[in-house]
């Protein structure tokens, strides 16, 4: 007696090789051994971290911009496939070109990058032992926040976050 009918293994082995060949194809696109999951949920934990800190220190939470979270994201995996560590591009856009071509109508922002840090907790801690990272991250002015984290390349990981004020309009 077959355990499967001929259809039923004929399905069972289609929807094993597309689920193996999506995984691998997720796979395939990171610059690292990382899932694509991995990298939101550093991206999550990170944001939690700051609005954390912000709640505790009496400043307004921000809200999270999907648009923010892209333009972040693309910077981070930006370094990482091509291998600096800069505001700045080698093509010579920085965050405000960047913020413009998404676009995303700011007030104001302020753009915070890391390199080497291999949890939510590192980048955190040492973006608020910079001044200038810390003035970000707790800019009462700002009301949203994009977290990006890439893996790959010289550094290993790559965050930026973008703290925003949106225009009125």
């Not at 597309?18 to 934990?45: D, N």
């Not at 890391?114 to 032992?129: T, V």
Request: aromatic letters at 12%; hydrophobic letters at 40%.
């Amino acid at each position: 007696m077959d355990v499967f009918p001929k259809s039923g293994l004929i399905f069972f082995l289609v929807t094993a090789v597309t689920f193996t060949a999506l995984v691998l194809s997720a796979w395939a696109v990171q610059p690292s051994h990382k899932l694509p999951t991995q990298a939101l949920v550093f991206e999550e934990e990170l944001a939690v971290l700051v609005n954390q800190k912000r709640r505790t220190l009496g400043v307004p939470i921000l809200k999270k911009s999907p648009l923010l979270s892209r333009v972040a994201r693309n910077h981070s995996r930006d370094m990482s496939g091509r291998d600096f560590f800069q505001h700045t591009n080698p093509d010579g856009q920085g965050p405000k070109a960047r913020l413009e071509e998404s676009g995303y109508t700011w007030r104001a922002f302020g753009e915070n990058i890391g390199c080497g840090q291999e949890s939510p907790r590192l980048i955190f801690e040492a973006w608020f032992k910079n001044n200038a990272h810390r003035e970000n991250m707790l800019n009462p002015f700002y009301r949203e926040i994009g977290i990006g984290f890439a893996a790959g390349g010289s550094c290993g990981s790559y965050w930026t976050g973008i703290f925003a004020s949106p225009a009125v309009r």
